[in-house]
């Protein structure tokens, strides 16, 4: 079954939602989601300073955590890459739309969302389709390769 996740209305629910798709990748669903939510008490409920400044060690010792040292590095360094976003245009919302607006101008010399999601680490070609889908609703990046 799959599950799609609400659109994000903040930083910290889009922490959420690249988290959780990264969990997914490479586990079952029902296992991620079964640990969901001492996951997110253990991300400080993907407060994007508070897991910005997490040691993996200390995520690796929480109750319910999925012990995959790639994954929660991967996590933390996205809570950094976020907060570079959001230093530069106040919110990740905000840079989502100004990437849509410019690669709509200009599409031969702005990226495409799913190109801009593939900064993150553990994103990568599907689940940057993924994620710039919940991002943006947007049907049409289902279908793209």
């Not at 029902?30 to 040691?55: G, Q």
């Not at 790639?70 to 100004?98: F, H, L, P, R, T």
């Not at 495409?112 to 070609?125: C, V």
């Amino acid at each position: 079954m799959v599950h799609i996740p609400p659109k994000p209305k903040n930083d910290a629910e889009f922490l959420e939602v690249m988290a959780k798709i990264i969990f997914i990748s490479g586990f079952r669903w029902d296992l991620v989601h079964s640990r969901w939510p001492k996951i997110k008490k253990a991300f400080y409920n993907f407060n994007i300073k508070k897991v910005a400044d997490e040691r993996v060690e200390n995520l690796l010792k929480k109750d319910g955590m999925i012990k995959n040292k790639a994954k929660i590095n991967a996590i933390i360094e996205n809570a950094e890459i976020c907060q570079d976003v959001m230093k530069k245009y106040g919110s990740i919302n905000n840079w989502v739309k100004i990437i849509q607006k410019n690669n709509k101008k200009e599409p031969l010399f702005n990226p495409t969302i799913r190109e801009e999601m593939k900064k993150f680490n553990k994103i990568g070609h599907t689940t940057s389709r993924w994620l710039a889908y919940v991002v943006t609703r947007d049907k049409k990046l289902l279908n793209s390769y």
